[in-house]
Structures are given as structure tokens and as C-alpha cells.
């Protein structure tokens, strides 16, 4: 058989029929998940927009007001307060949970620690856990009368620790949110890791590397893709944080406000307030702000790589 | 040839470079293991926790020591309990079948459609590939705050209020899945490969299935194991869409009896909330132990390199 | 080599796959099928009731033994607020409310104005009215109308433990005034221990006290006017009496029944609670030490020898206009609210609601009622007494708004970094606005 292109040809013009006709078969592939995708995914989202464009209220129906409701979510001081917390959040909790995943992800590939398949099965459980599950769960631990971890606390010489206090109710969430997802993002750079060529590694300490020069000039570097994807996936998460801190607000109302995270403002202002017009349009600013810090995000990492 | 050695404990991996070149002494392999060892018993804290005190009564569990059984030993009652329609609040058994159902059939959905769609951006370049991949990409950025009560119009226009189809259906869209499927095939089935089947003159589809299909199954199995756990702990969507208390999956049934304890003041179901939530943990974490396996060898090798 | 590997996990996967459809199956149809009570003769007329009180698929069930022309199926979806955006949300879709459901008093009047509920004299409720407590029946009407059938109601009384009292040489206070002294006398002798928490977050609680206290902040008869007013003389005197105990730590500033109140409660850190009639039984399965020490007595009053009850929450139970069976889901609602078939279920335990049903509020068994937290005294005896003559409110039409933000609006005050009346008037300034978005007519003021 004559020798194949190993990459596909650079001029897209002088692709024969047969091709296109081919990559159209392509097409077909697609379609099934396309059609689902358009059905429950993108028709809600189009008709969420639709109703940005229109206010409900109680005396009076229905009427179109245009821009007007995103003039509102524009200027509402409560939505851009959210808007600040969660990106506070995040930008405490990924870079903490991603260096600690990362961290443990590098000893179980370098095998520098024993009972690695071990601690690496124990370190995934918390995926198992429903956030509802969780959020009860930490109820329970962090309770402030009669919580083990507030007694924990006593112990250790600060009696009457309130978890659930404004001052301490973000840097408690950052705790549960680690928790949950500190495994799952291990697992991906260690399965990350471990494609990394061997060779390579040899080289770098056959070369007089040590551990830590081998883990952040060799191995890191080759595994960017994975932290970048995860760092993609971690910033929409923190965005758009909602289950956690609205099952902790049925335990503890004072801790969490009705504005707490952007999405727990809209669910408030379109379920509980009826305002559906208004809390389309805030949604609709809230994915704007999400592309918009995710895309810098991800330029920031792009242009670190090239530096 | 030899068959490949499993990939047993790392210290004994012979691909692993030997520790003393890193000049690394003991002393920081047990430190290190130290390190491993807290972080895992802070994970299994609450684990513990809740395995511990779905043994107690109500009283017990706000008053007793948390990491310790009190009695009464009440396990046996409170898991008999979840067989039980408790003050008419709603049978946990049957939001854990349909739990059950509605993960199963919709993560395989999911996994199934993803494979598809993964495949098919990543071996065919139609007009319009990159665009159609990255909107759907895009759509992960839109929270579903935003999508619930549209969603819910959508359905009581095409009779979907209350149908599990509601819930299956939506829970097989997942990007994620078509975005890993995507990147795992274009880095694991060898474009050379294809091309020369589709030379030999073999069709799309068998080529999929015979050629393309099996060297995907790492792939596929870490998407099938996401999108069930997806569905499975998925709350807001069946929240929105069901009204019926029979069709609960177990995060909204579980949701509703922890509201009413605080709301309606009913602490009475602290302990099947407690015991509930162990239930419902157990058969994902039996299924990764499971799947365990998949994952030795980084067998997810080129998911996540360039 | 491979290759086998590659049979192998093939066939290992085929059988696994086969286990997988096998179950989904399996589930499937388990799932699909609706497991309801099967009724033999399908001619009876399907009825979806939603409720969150426990227990009350006991009446659901003698309902339809002794009805069997009527199947009423019940649906817990959530206690409160859940439910009811559930119920907004199908009813502006249009499909997909549930016949008859569970409503508090103060979520009726913004259903009443969408015109979601139905005007029941229809179908002849005028003629249980005489059974019922006047204020409830009042709640429930509208005009001319009648829009629910009323349940349960929440009588409120002083709930105190007396061992601890005893201990503390604490007089069970009859005002408000000896309320405060005491409160503030016992701070200063025991700084652990309150003679009451006071959780501001908690709307119908405050509302309850404030309608008790002649300072109702709202005015509404239906339609688009409505005032706000919860700046007055008069609410501004009962923030500043609640926040000389909050700043002078007489008072625990923990949210209301919650794990940690009850914990306090039954420690001896709480010695007494301002609660109504249904708490305590839903308090009892958290007590240990101090079970059957609690007793009740009457709310104190504003003014000596006056004789003003409060009243907090309590539910009705309206039709909605989406029923396909209006008839028969009045008559169901009638039943369950208006028979002593029904409350001879509904009033023990789990459900132990609180009648507005006069015959069983005056029969000699029911003053005699008694629950374990409360010993062998008859609390009923007092929480009766105050079930005819709870004040009469009006309820403006939008309460979920109101208690999704009471929360918010009053954690600072919970959390001591605001005042009770500066926390009244940011809250009074989120309610204006919000009402105005909505398009209706608000004035301040003039509401005592």
C-alpha cells in the first residue's frame, strides 16, 4: 500500500470529492447528540433569552420592555457583589485544591510514597457524594453547638467557633468544595502524569535533576493540556456555585444571603421572586461574565507557556 | 512476548525511576506517605462520619459524640425505614431505583451519544465542525439556573412534566463528555489507521465499531463512569421538572426531607437523612472500586496530552 | 498477546453490557410502572394533592377507604417554599398543579390575586363555616368568596421549662414588660443562660409577634394597592423592645427551630421559648435531659390584663383552576379539614396539628391532650384558649418574596452588626421596590 499522509494536507482545496463526501459522512456521527443537544439545551437557552426581553409582574401580565431588564441586572449592585464573591471563591479555592491535587498526583506518579492505588482510591470516594449529601454531611460535622469539628476546634483553644459565621462561612465552603472535588482533579493528572514518556523523566535525572526540578521542569510542563481543561472546568464550577450553599442556607438561613453566588441570586429572583424576564437577563449576564473570565483565564495560561 | 506486568504497588514498578537517584532518603518517603495519610483521613472524615451515626437515633445524633456509637444500636431500623413510606414523606427504595434508572440509562446515553459526536469531530472535518464543537462547548459557561424554568415550559408544552424521559433525555447531553471523547480519540485511534481501512474500502460504521471502538474503551469507560456519577448526584434538573413525589431521585428526595427539617421543624427524619445519604453513597463508591482497574497503567494516555 | 487481551475484555465487556441492559430494563419497567395503591375498577376520580405535613397520608388513606368513588394520591414536594414555587411555576405553564394542596395563611392572598384559586361557595362550603374559628374562616375568604378550606393553625404561647425556672427563680411573665426584666435580671445573674432565643430571621415568627403587638406592617384587601409600612410608631417601639434584649444579650440570637436551639433547649441554655402549638412535638425527639419538664402558659401581653393571642402560620387548602375535578376535590379538602373523621388522625402524632375545627377545639379530651416534653400538664388548655382569638391580618400577596428575603434582611441583626429598626427599614425599602416592580400601587405608612 503507498505510503499515507501522516498529517492532512495543508491546502484545503485540493481535497478530492471523496473526501468531503467522506468527512460529510462525518456529519452523520454528530447528528444524534446534536439533536438532544438542541432540544434540551440550546431551545430552553434560546427561550430563556427570549424572555430576557419581556417582564412578569404581578399587577399588569405580561409586557415587552426590550433592553430594559438588562439595563437592570447591568446596574444591580447585588448581582455584581455575587459576581465578586464567586470570583474571590474561585480564586482562592482552584489554585489551593489544583496545588494539592497536583502535589499528590506527583507522588503517586514518581511512587515516592507507599500504598499509592491505596490513598488514590480513598482520595476519589468524595466524587461518590452528591453535593446535597455532602452539604448535610457537613452540617452535621460543623455544627456550631454540638458539631465534632466545633468541639475539634475548642480543643485546640477556639472555643465557640461559629463555621457558619459571616466571617468564617466562605473560607468553611472552600473547605467542603476541596473536599468534594480535590480527588477527581488528582485523578486526571495522574492519569496525565503517567503518559508521560519515561524516557524523558530518566533523562532529566540522569542529568542531575532532583525530585523537585524533576516535578515542575519536566513533568508539569508536559501535562498543561490537562491542567488547563481542569482549570477550564474548575473556573465554570466555582461561577457557578449554587447546590452547596443553598442546603446550607436551609440549615443556617443567616449564613447564607439571598444573593450569595450569582446563581442562587437568579434562582431567588426568577422562582421565588417570579421575576422571570429579570432573572433570564441576569443569567445571560452571568454566562457573559463566565466567557469572559474564563477566556482570560485561559489566554493568561497560553501566554505563561509561550513566556 | 511477555504479557505486560499489572501495575502493582509503585515502589515495586520497575518503570518507575528508582527513588535513590533522586537522592531521596527514607525518612522523605515516610514523610511523604505521612502527608498521604492525612489528607485521606480528612476525606474519609465525613465518610466515617456518616457511616457511624446512621446508627443512631435523633436524639443521639445531636447529642452523642460524633465519632463514636451510642446506644440504641439502631441501624437495622433506620435502613428498614427507607423501605418504609415515612409519614408519607416519600419511600427512599423507590428514589433509589430510580436513581438507579435514571443514571444507568442516562450515562450510557450520554457516554454513547458522546462517543458518536467525539468520534465524529475528531475523525471528520465537515463544514462547520469547529464551529458546531466549540458552541457546544460554550454551552457549559451558561448556568442552568438560567435554563430551569424555560426547560420546564418546554416540557409541559410536549408533555414531558413528570416523565422520566424529562430527566433521562436532558441528562444525555453532557460537552464534558464529548469534549474527552474527542480529545481521548484523536490522541489514541491513529488517523493512519482509518485511512487505511477506508482505503481497503471498509464503511464508516465498521470502521467505528470494529477498528475505532475498541481502542477507545479507556476513554470510554472513564465517560461512561463521569456521566453516570453525573446523573446520579444531579439535583437541580430533576428538582425543577418533577413534582411527584414518586419519581424522586434520591438528591431531590433526600433534598425534600432535609427542607422539611428545618423548614416544617420535622427533625424526625435526621436519622433517615443520615442513614439515606450512607445508601446513597455506597454503590458509586463499589463501582469505582470496580472500575478501578481501568485506570492502572495511566491507561487515560492521551485524553490529556497534546 | 494483545490480541487476547483485546478477546477477553471484549467478551467481559459484551457480558457486562448484557448486565447493564438487563437491569435497565429490569428498572425501567419497575420504574415506569406506577406503583399506586391499584384500585380495582379504574372509574374512580384521579385527585393530586401536595402536602408536607407527616403523617397525613393516614387521613389521605381513610379518605379514599371511605370515599372510593374519589383516588387521591399525595405528594411531598418539599415543605414551604419548595412547593410553593413548584406551584407558581406549573401554574404559569399552565399544566402540571396538583388539584388541592397545602397553602399557608400567608402565601393564600398571592394566589387569590393570579386567580389560580377557586371561589369554593360553588360547591356549598358555605356550610361548614360555623365550624370553624372566625379568624381562620376569615384568612380563607375574600370578598364574597371563600378560596380554601382552613387547616391547622399555630396558637402561640410562652413554652417554658419549668424545673429551670424553679432553679433560677424566674416568675413565668404575663407582659412584655416583666418579660424584659426578667430576661435581663437572669443575664445578669447567669450569662449562659436565656430565658428565650429571638430569631428575627424567621418572618411568620416576628409577623406573628408584631400583629399581637398592634404593629401589622401591611395593609391588603385584594387588588393592586397595598401598604407597606414598617417604619411606624408602632413597629419601631417593638424593634426597640426586642433590640434592648438583643444588645443586652437577654436573648439568644440562634436561628429558630433549629438543631442548635433545640440542642440549647434541652441543655439548659434556653429556659423558655416563645413558640405555638405544634412546636413542641416536633421538639420532643431531640430532648433527653429535660423531657417533660416544659410547660405552656399564655403569651405575655402588651398591657396588663389584656387578653391579645398571636398566631403563627397554619395552613389551607385550596383548589386550584387547573383541576380537572373541582367537585370532588373541594369535597376531599371539606373532608379533611372539616370532620372529626379526619381529625381524629390528623391530631395525633406525627401530624399533631393544631385545629381551627371548633368541635374538636372544644371537646373536653383535647383540652386534656397531652405530650411527652410537657409532662403530665395540658398545654392545649392554653394553646386553645388562644386559637379563638388570634388577630386578624392581611396578608399582602407577596410573601415568598418577602420570606426568601427576611433572611437576608435580618442576619445582620441576628449576627448583632444592625440594629432591629434600621434591619425594619432596609427591609421595608427591598419590599417597596419589589412591590413596585410589580406594579402595584404602595403607600407608606398609617398602617397602626
Redesign the interface.
Known amino acids: 500500500?503507498s505510503t499515507?499522509a501522516?498529517r492532512?494536507p495543508a491546502v484545503r482545496s485540493r481535497r478530492s470529492s471523496w473526501a468531503q463526501r467522506?468527512?460529510?459522512?462525518?456529519?452523520?456521527?454528530?447528528v444524534?447528540?446534536?439533536l438532544?443537544?438542541l432540544?434540551?439545551?440550546?431551545?430552553?437557552?434560546g427561550?430563556?433569552a427570549y424572555?430576557s426581553l419581556f417582564r412578569d409582574q404581578l399587577i399588569g401580565g405580561r409586557s415587552y420592555v426590550g433592553l430594559a431588564n438588562y439595563h437592570a441586572a447591568l446596574h444591580d449592585g447585588t448581582f455584581w457583589s455575587g459576581v465578586w464573591h464567586v470570583a474571590l471563591f474561585g480564586a482562592i479555592q482552584i489554585p489551593l485544591m489544583l496545588a494539592?491535587a497536583f502535589f499528590?498526583a506527583a507522588?503517586?506518579d514518581?511512587?515516592?510514597?507507599?500504598?499509592?492505588?491505596f490513598?488514590r482510591?480513598?482520595?476519589?470516594?468524595?466524587?461518590?457524594?452528591?453535593?446535597?449529601?455532602?452539604s448535610?454531611?457537613?452540617n452535621?460535622?460543623l455544627e456550631p453547638s454540638?458539631?465534632?469539628f466545633t468541639?475539634f476546634a475548642g480543643f485546640l483553644g477556639f472555643p465557640n467557633t461559629d463555621f457558619f459565621s459571616p466571617g468564617l462561612i466562605w473560607p468553611t465552603i472552600v473547605v467542603i468544595v476541596i473536599?468534594e472535588w480535590?480527588?477527581y482533579n488528582m485523578?486526571?493528572l495522574?492519569?496525565?502524569?503517567?503518559?508521560?514518556p519515561?524516557s524523558v523523566?530518566?533523562a532529566a535525572?540522569?542529568d542531575g535533576a532532583?525530585?523537585f526540578k524533576?516535578i515542575t521542569r519536566v513533568k508539569l510542563p508536559?501535562?498543561r493540556?490537562?491542567i488547563v481543561?481542569l482549570v477550564f472546568?474548575n473556573v465554570?464550577g466555582a461561577l457557578?456555585l449554587?447546590?452547596e450553599p443553598q442546603?446550607l442556607g436551609?440549615?443556617y438561613p443567616t449564613a447564607i444571603s439571598n444573593h450569595f453566588t450569582?446563581?442562587i441570586y437568579?434562582?431567588n429572583q426568577?422562582?421565588a421572586g417570579q421575576e422571570?424576564g429579570i432573572?433570564?437577563a441576569t443569567?445571560?449576564m452571568?454566562?457573559i461574565v463566565?466567557?469572559f473570565i474564563?477566556a482570560s483565564v485561559l489566554l493568561l495560561t497560553r501566554w505563561r507557556r509561550h513566556a | 512476548?511477555?504479557?505486560?506486568r499489572p501495575d502493582?504497588?509503585?515502589?515495586y514498578?520497575e518503570?518507575?525511576?528508582p527513588?535513590r537517584?533522586?537522592?531521596?532518603g527514607r525518612g522523605?518517603?515516610v514523610g511523604?506517605?505521612a502527608?498521604?495519610?492525612l489528607?485521606?483521613i480528612?476525606?474519609?472524615?465525613?465518610?466515617v462520619?456518616?457511616a457511624i451515626?446512621s446508627t443512631k437515633t435523633?436524639?443521639n445524633?445531636?447529642?452523642s459524640?460524633?465519632?463514636w456509637f451510642a446506644s440504641p444500636f439502631r441501624f437495622f431500623h433506620n435502613f428498614g425505614m427507607l423501605f418504609q413510606?415515612v409519614?408519607?414523606?416519600?419511600i427512599y427504595f423507590?428514589w433509589f431505583?430510580?436513581t438507579?434508572?435514571y443514571a444507568?440509562?442516562g450515562g450510557?446515553g450520554a457516554t454513547l451519544?458522546?462517543t458518536?459526536?467525539g468520534?465524529?469531530?475528531a475523525?471528520?472535518?465537515?463544514r462547520g465542525?469547529t464551529a458546531?464543537f466549540y458552541f457546544?462547548i460554550?454551552?457549559?459557561?451558561?448556568?442552568?439556573?438560567?435554563?430551569?424554568?424555560?426547560?420546564?415550559?418546554?416540557y409541559?408544552r410536549i408533555g414531558l412534566?413528570?416523565s422520566?424521559w424529562g430527566m433521562i433525555?436532558?441528562s444525555?447531553?453532557a460537552?464534558?463528555g464529548?469534549?474527552l471523547m474527542k480529545t481521548f480519540i484523536e490522541a489514541s485511534v491513529p488517523?493512519?489507521l482509518i485511512?487505511?481501512a477506508?482505503?481497503d474500502g471498509a464503511g464508516?460504521i465498521k470502521i467505528?465499531y470494529r477498528l475505532a471502538l475498541?481502542l477507545m474503551?479507556p476513554g470510554l469507560m472513564t465517560v461512561l463512569l463521569i456521566s453516570i456519577?453525573a446523573v446520579?448526584?444531579n439535583?437541580?434538573l430533576p428538582f425543577?421538572i418533577f413534582?411527584?413525589?414518586?419519581?424522586f431521585p434520591?438528591?431531590v428526595g433526600?433534598?425534600?426531607w432535609?427542607?422539611?427539617a428545618?423548614?416544617?421543624?420535622?427533625?424526625?427524619v435526621?436519622p433517615l437523612?443520615?442513614m439515606g445519604?450512607l445508601v446513597?453513597?455506597i454503590p458509586?463508591?463499589l463501582?469505582?472500586?470496580v472500575i478501578?482497574k481501568y485506570?492502572?497503567?495511566?491507561?487515560?494516555?492521551?485524553?490529556?496530552?497534546? | 498477546?494483545r490480541r487476547m487481551t483485546?478477546r477477553h475484555?471484549?467478551l467481559r465487556?459484551r457480558i457486562a453490557l448484557g448486565v447493564?441492559a438487563v437491569?435497565?430494563v429490569a428498572?425501567?419497567t419497575?420504574?415506569?410502572t406506577?406503583?399506586?395503591p391499584s384500585r380495582a375498577g379504574a372509574a374512580c376520580t384521579k385527585i393530586t394533592f401536595?402536602?408536607?405535613?407527616?403523617?397525613?397520608?393516614?387521613a389521605?388513606k381513610a379518605f379514599n377507604q371511605s370515599h372510593p368513588s374519589i383516588c387521591v394520591t399525595?405528594?411531598?414536594?418539599?415543605?414551604?417554599?419548595?412547593e410553593y414555587t413548584?406551584l407558581t411555576?406549573?401554574l404559569k405553564?399552565?399544566?402540571?398543579a396538583?388539584d388541592v394542596a397545602e397553602v399557608e395563611y400567608d402565601e393564600l392572598p398571592s394566589f387569590e390575586l393570579t386567580k389560580d384559586v377557586l371561589d369554593l361557595t360553588q360547591y356549598g362550603v358555605n356550610s361548614v363555616k360555623g365550624t370553624f374559628v372566625p379568624w381562620a374562616w376569615k384568612q380563607v375568604s375574600l370578598g364574597s368568596g371563600v378560596y380554601a378550606l382552613p387547616g391547622d393553625a399555630g396558637p402561640m404561647a410562652f413554652y417554658y421549662n419549668s424545673k429551670a425556672l424553679d432553679q433560677y427563680k424566674v416568675k413565668v411573665p404575663t407582659t412584655w414588660a416583666e418579660f424584659s426584666s426578667e430576661a435581663l435580671a437572669l443575664h445578669k445573674a447567669h450569662p449562659g443562660v436565656y430565658l428565650s432565643n429571638f430569631s428575627p430571621t424567621d418572618l411568620q415568627l416576628l409577623m406573628a409577634l408584631m400583629a399581637q403587638a398592634g404593629a401589622w406592617p401591611f395593609q391588603y384587601t385584594g387588588g393592586s394597592k397595598v401598604t407597606i409600612d414598617w417604619t411606624g410608631p408602632k413597629q419601631t417601639a417593638f424593634a426597640n423592645f426586642w433590640q434592648k434584649l438583643i444588645d443586652a444579650h437577654a436573648v439568644n440570637p440562634t436561628t429558630d427551630?433549629?438543631?442548635t436551639q433545640?440542642?440549647n433547649m434541652?441543655r439548659g441554655v434556653d429556659i423558655g421559648w416563645t413558640s405555638s402549638a405544634?412546636?413542641p412535638s416536633?421538639?420532643a425527639?431531640?430532648?433527653?435531659k429535660t423531657m417533660g419538664d416544659w410547660r405552656a402558659s399564655a403569651l405575655p401581653q402588651w398591657k396588663a390584663g389584656e387578653d391579645i393571642a398571636a398566631n403563627w402560620g397554619g395552613s389551607a387548602y385550596p383548589v386550584f383552576k387547573q383541576s380537572q375535578h373541582p367537585k370532588e376535590a373541594t369535597e376531599f379538602a371539606t373532608w379533611l379539614n372539616a370532620t372529626m373523621d379526619s381529625w381524629n388522625i390528623t391530631k395525633t402524632a406525627?401530624s399533631l396539628l393544631f385545629p381551627t375545627f371548633k368541635p374538636l377545639l372544644d371537646s373536653p379530651s383535647f383540652k386534656n391532650f397531652t405530650v411527652s416534653v410537657s409532662g403530665s400538664s395540658h398545654p392545649y388548655e392554653i394553646f386553645g384558649a388562644a386559637a379563638s382569638k388570634a388577630p386578624i391580618v392581611e396578608w399582602p400577596p407577596f410573601m415568598t418574596e418577602a420570606l426568601a428575603d427576611a433572611p437576608t434582611a435580618f442576619a445582620p441583626v441576628q449576627n448583632g452588626k444592625e440594629t432591629l429598626a434600621a434591619a425594619f427599614k432596609k427591609f421595608q425599602d427591598t419590599l417597596v421596590s419589589y412591590a413596585k416592580s410589580q406594579g402595584f400601587d404602595v403607600s407608606t405608612g398609617g398602617t397602626s
Not at chain 2, 409519614?87 to 416519600?90: A, F, K, L, M
Not at chain 2, 428545618?262 to 424526625?268: F, H, K
Open positions: 500500500m499515507l501522516i492532512r467522506r468527512d460529510r459522512r462525518g456529519l452523520w456521527f454528530v444524534p447528540f446534536t438532544l443537544f432540544a434540551f439545551l440550546a431551545a430552553p437557552l427561550y430563556a424572555e494539592i499528590f507522588i503517586f514518581l511512587g515516592v510514597a507507599r500504598f499509592g492505588p490513598w482510591a480513598i482520595f476519589f470516594l468524595p466524587f461518590a457524594v452528591p453535593a446535597v449529601v455532602a448535610v454531611m457537613w452535621f460535622l454540638f458539631g465534632p468541639h473536599w480535590t480527588g485523578i486526571i495522574y492519569t496525565a502524569l503517567r503518559s508521560v519515561r523523566v530518566e535525572v540522569l532532583s525530585l524533576v508536559m501535562v493540556p490537562a481543561m472546568l465554570i457557578q449554587f447546590v442546603i436551609d440549615f450569582p446563581t437568579i434562582y426568577g422562582i422571570y432573572a433570564s443569567a445571560v452571568l454566562a463566565i466567557i474564563s | 512476548m511477555k504479557r505486560p502493582r504497588s509503585a515502589r514498578d518503570e518507575v525511576v527513588l537517584l533522586y537522592g531521596l522523605t518517603v511523604l506517605t502527608l498521604c495519610a489528607f485521606a480528612f476525606t474519609l472524615i465525613p465518610i462520619w456518616i451515626n435523633q436524639a445524633l445531636l447529642g459524640f460524633g465519632f413510606n409519614d408519607g414523606e416519600g423507590r431505583l430510580n438507579a434508572l444507568i440509562a450510557v451519544f458522546a458518536l459526536a468520534y465524529g469531530f475523525r471528520f472535518h465537515f465542525s458546531l457546544v460554550a454551552a457549559l459557561l451558561v448556568p442552568v439556573t438560567a435554563i430551569a424554568y424555560p426547560l420546564y415550559l418546554v409541559s412534566i413528570n422520566i433525555l436532558p444525555m447531553v460537552p464534558v464529548v469534549y488517523r493512519e485511512d487505511a477506508r482505503v464508516e467505528f475498541p474503551k456519577v446520579w448526584n439535583y437541580f425543577i413534582s411527584q413525589n414518586r419519581i434520591l438528591t433526600i433534598g425534600v432535609a427542607t422539611r428545618q423548614n416544617a421543624g420535622d427533625e424526625r435526621f437523612i443520615v445519604g446513597t453513597i458509586l463508591m463501582i469505582f472500586l478501578q485506570w492502572k497503567s495511566g491507561m487515560l494516555v492521551g485524553a490529556v496530552v497534546e | 498477546m483485546d475484555s471484549r465487556d447493564v437491569t435497565a428498572l425501567f419497575v420504574g415506569s406506577a406503583a399506586q401536595w402536602a408536607w405535613v407527616p403523617g397525613i397520608d393516614r389521605v399525595l405528594s411531598d414536594v418539599g415543605a414551604g417554599s419548595p413548584k411555576q406549573a405553564a399552565g399544566s402540571g396538583p427551630v433549629s438543631t433545640f440542642a434541652d405544634w412546636w416536633y421538639f425527639p431531640d430532648v433527653k406525627p
